[in-house]
């Protein structure tokens, strides 16, 4: 399902003396099975573009188009239904959305809340367990019994449960140690990889978005100001002092191995098949 934000402008509190504008005119063009992430200091709008990915808010003006169907001012939540099952939002700290008495009731409630069979939601929270790298286990425990790495991993595994096509992740590592933030973005990546998830990383993390994504769009006080390659962003040091931005540490780690190996590679985050194809 190909993503499109065409002239979308968004403000909160319109009519009333506190209306303000957070987007103007943002296009956005992110394909299927791409990895996409948008950038950008506190403040420059990436909550607010987040939050229209399965039309949470709708836009002001203009169109957020995904696959066949529009997000719109005036779209009824009803509407906006098939959409919601399509896009799932992994947002900051989910675990503390878990409620359930146990891991398997938590994971199955959002499949169930849509019409899903009980005996389908079990499979499917069979599967996620695993997809997230928890042991079946885990399904009888109470959420609250597990560690916070464990508590996120099984609030991911609810969002996966619906079967989604795209997944959007909102600073997906807050709070989590350095391991622990490896672990959950390798498993993004990998389900990215195997699954053929649309992703949308929503991040400060400019580490982040050069390891992993194909594009990154960064945003500045509501405008898209640019979307390009992790390369071609990085490069351009004219347009990160502008926007008061620094080369990540990867890419410069990127830009010595190829110095090493005499050749350039696709992109920074290879897995271990992927970089022996390439310098093969
Ligand atoms: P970011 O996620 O990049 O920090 P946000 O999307 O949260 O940026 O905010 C963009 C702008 O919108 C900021 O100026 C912020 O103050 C404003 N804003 C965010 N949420 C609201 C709200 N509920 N009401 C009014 N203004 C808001």
Known sequence: MDIKLQQVS????????FE???????????????????????????????????????????????????????????????????????????????FEETVLKDIMFGPMNFGISEEEAEKRARECIKLVGLPEEVLEKSPFDLSGGQMRRVAIAGVLAMNPEVIVLDEPTAGLDPRGQKEIMDLFYRLHKERGLTTILVTHSMEDAAKYADQISIMHEGHCVRTGTPREIFADNEFLKKYRLEVPRIVKFQQKIENLIGQSLSKVCLTEEELADEIA
């Open 10 to 17: 968004f403000a909160y509190s319109v009519g009333t003396p």
């Open 20 to 98: 303000k504008y957070a987007l103007f005119d943002v296009n956005l063009n992110i394909p299927s099975k791409t990895y996409h992430a948008i950038i950008g200091h506190t403040g420059s709008g990436k909550s607010t573009i987040l939050q229209h990915f399965n039309g949470l808010l709708k836009p002001t003006k203009g169109v957020v188009q995904l696959g066949e169907r529009k997000i719109e001012a005036g779209k009824k939540a009803k509407e906006l239904k098939p959409i919601r099952q399509k896009v799932g939002i992994v947002f900051q700290f989910p675990e503390h959305q878990l």
